[in-house]
């Protein structure tokens, strides 16, 4: 009760208290207002509240929120259909980003037919029911398929993340990066978002099977270097 009314009375003292402009100075004659009162005055809440706004204005200020989020998801969505990298959501803008995207879609991987297989294997566990020896058969060889589509995009991801090294600098990889190419990988080409900007075997700029064969030799041999520097310091110790 006693803190209640000690905030209560602080609260009285805030609303109390006139807001002076900046560079004001009170007239000859006029007590000096007190630290408290002057912190009391500068005070400003942090979030703006609504509290005073009639119900109308606040169906429209919620209205004219959703308009602007729907805008923005509408942009973020053309962006990501015409290549707009400027435009598309944070986790997919940069370089870095597009020229992966570019990487993998110009590369066939049998994982884009792991969605197509789940749904076949859903079918199938209905159709072949009645047949428990061909169900049993069916489904392991359908669990086979997956297994070795799951792994190439996996081994495709790598490969590109490695290339997007090799390219921009380690330091230039984006985070997440690998995640997103596994996605995206095992993802039929006419489902992918964003859109593929590059045809099959339509490779990015030092994206070529011959340049990233090249890169991956020069990196392993500027790593054995690296190696054998190392060995001859520790020898010399």
């Excluded at 959501?89 to 590369?107: I, K, M, V, Y």
Aim: aromatic share 8%.
């Amino acid at each position: 009760m006693f803190g209640r009314k000690k905030k209560d009375e602080a609260d009285a003292t805030v609303e109390e208290t006139p807001r002076l402009p900046k560079g004001y100075t009170p007239a000859k004659g006029t007590p000096t207002p007190k630290r408290k009162q002057v912190e009391n005055a500068r005070r400003r809440p942090l979030i703006a509240s609504g509290a005073h706004l009639t119900k109308e204005q606040k169906k429209i200020l919620k209205a004219e929120q959703r308009a602007r989020s729907e805008e923005i998801r509408n942009t973020e969505y053309q962006a990501m259909k015409t290549g707009d990298i400027a435009h598309m959501p944070w986790e997919h803008r940069g370089r870095e980003r597009a020229w992966a995207r570019d990487f993998l879609d110009a590369r066939r991987t049998s994982a884009v037919g792991l969605m197509p297989l789940a749904i076949v294997l859903i079918i199938g566990l209905f159709a072949l029911r009645n047949y428990p020896v061909i169900l049993n058969f069916f489904i392991i060889a359908a669990y086979v398929v997956m297994f070795i589509m799951f792994i190439d995009a996996i081994w495709l991801a790598v490969r590109t993340k490695r290339a997007v090294r090799y390219h921009f600098g380690e330091d230039r990889i984006p985070p997440r990066l690998q995640g997103q190419l596994t996605s995206r990988a095992m993802t039929p080409r006419r489902w992918r978002l964003p859109k593929p900007q590059v045809k099959a075997h339509e490779y990015p700029a030092g994206g070529t099977p011959a340049e990233y064969r090249e890169a991956y030799r020069n990196n392993r041999a500027k790593a054995r270097e690296e190696k054998k520097l190392q060995r001859e310091v520790a020898r010399e110790k």
